[in-house]
């Protein structure tokens, strides 16, 4: 079955821990994004990668990193969270750019104390 | 920048009725796609229609149809036939032709009424 996987589903943390989600797809797509999806706001990109090794920011990058060393994998890292990292986040993936649909993973609840 | 706006935060609607969603754009850009996605209340991101920017014919996917109006930056869902399960959150949401990003809108959550 196609799909993206997003590890956890569900957390909860405290401030200064610092964690990694993982986003993983099997449609052997090159792109792949982080969203955050915050009440009153959407979705907001947090960071891209067009290909392995080939990431970049998007509109909210402060305080996360990413990484793309395989094509299937996508790991968003947030090396020192903080409660205004406390959200809803979204993998995504897709083939090609802007002209086709982009999947999505489950989402990861973050809290983070 | 692309903006995504839709201006309906909420909609109630009778069970079997036809309910529209609106949503403009703004872009200086000739080559974009527009797209539609539902979020019911577990929380998943579903992919309901696209559209783009050179189609000349509206996009139809069963009970979903996006009436798009180029001139206006107009970009509605309309889903006929409305039925309990299409009570969710609906995002419209902007991809550039060669740009990495989806710009989405804020949403409208629709709450179909028996």
């Known amino acids: 079955e196609a799909q993206v996987t997003q590890n956890p589903r569900y957390l909860i943390t405290v401030t200064g821990k610092k964690l990694t989600v993982t986003c993983s797809q099997n449609?052997?797509?090159?792109?792949m994004s982080w969203y955050r999806q915050d009440p009153g706001l959407g979705l907001r990109q947090i960071y891209y990668?067009?290909?392995?090794?080939?990431?970049d920011k998007g509109d909210v990058p402060e305080g996360y990193k990413v990484s793309r060393k395989e094509k299937r994998n996508f790991p968003l890292i947030l090396e020192s969270p903080s409660p205004n990292q406390t959200s809803l986040y979204f993998c995504?993936?897709?083939?090609?750019?802007?002209?086709?649909?982009?999947?999505f993973g489950p989402g990861t609840r973050l809290l983070v104390l | 920048a692309q903006k995504i706006t839709q201006t309906q935060p909420g909609m109630f609607v009778q069970e079997k009725e036809a309910v529209t969603l609106d949503c403009t754009y703004d872009?200086?850009?000739?080559?974009?796609?527009l797209f539609w996605y539902k979020q019911p209340s577990s929380g998943e991101m579903i992919f309901l229609i696209y559209?783009?920017?050179?189609?000349?014919q509206n996009a139809t996917e069963g009970r979903y149809s996006l009436n798009f109006q180029k001139a206006r930056k107009s970009a509605n869902l309309v889903i006929s036939a409305s039925q309990l399960g299409d009570s969710a959150m609906y995002f419209c949401?902007?991809?550039?032709?060669?740009?990495?990003?989806?710009?989405f809108g804020t949403g409208t959550r629709l709450t179909i009424i028996p």
């Open positions: 995504a993936s897709s083939f090609s750019r802007g002209q086709e649909t982009q999947y």
């Open positions: 449609m052997n797509h090159e792109y």
């Open positions: 990668s067009m290909n392995v090794e080939v990431t």
């Open positions: 872009t200086s850009d000739q080559s974009y796609g």
């Open positions: 559209q783009g920017s050179y189609d000349e």
């Open positions: 949401a902007m991809g550039l032709f060669g740009n990495e990003k989806l710009t």
